[in-house]
């Protein structure tokens, strides 16, 4: 293996690693909410339970998207980063920069990352 070759891997395994524990992150936030709810006995159902809900299916789908296909991958995961960074920075009263930087930078920072490795390979031949 050539060291472009090792190198666009370690990219790839790191761009999914990022992806994937922040996916998970958001997973276990809104499970901890709906946990939380269900032991008080009352689930609340309400726009924001909808909506970090809608979220944290979003990030997932754009994880599994990208780990399967870089090409369609690649633009789905930063599209995503923009899009969860500009609604962190909108709803976000206070600590406007820990909520961007916790919520969208890693999405933008792991579609860099595949971005990169996929760019690196070039085209590939079809057999």
């Known amino acids: 293996m050539s060291d472009k070759t ?3 891997n370690w990219l ?3 761009a999914r ?5 922040a996916a998970g992150f958001w997973l276990l936030i809104l499970l901890d909410i ?3 709810d269900v032991l008080v006995g ?3 159902l309400n726009w924001e339970l909808a909506l970090l809900a809608a979220l944290v299916l979003i990030s997932l789908v ?4 990208a780990w399967r296909g870089e090409g369609a991958g690649v633009w789905v995961m930063l599209g995503w980063g923009i899009v969860f960074t500009v609604f962190a920075a909108i709803d976000s009263k206070t600590h ?3 909520s961007v930087l916790a919520s969208g930078v890693p ?3 792991a579609g860099l990352l595949y971005l990169v490795s996929w760019r690196s390979r070039g085209p590939v031949a079809v057999d």
């Open 96 to 98: 406007r920069l820990v």
């Open 62 to 65: 754009s994880v599994i998207l």
């Open 12 to 14: 790839r395994w790191l």
């Open 17 to 21: 690693g990022i992806s994937a524990l």
């Open 34 to 36: 709906v946990a939380c």
């Open 6 to 8: 090792a190198i666009q």
């Open 107 to 109: 999405f933008l920072i």
């Open 42 to 44: 009352f689930v609340c």
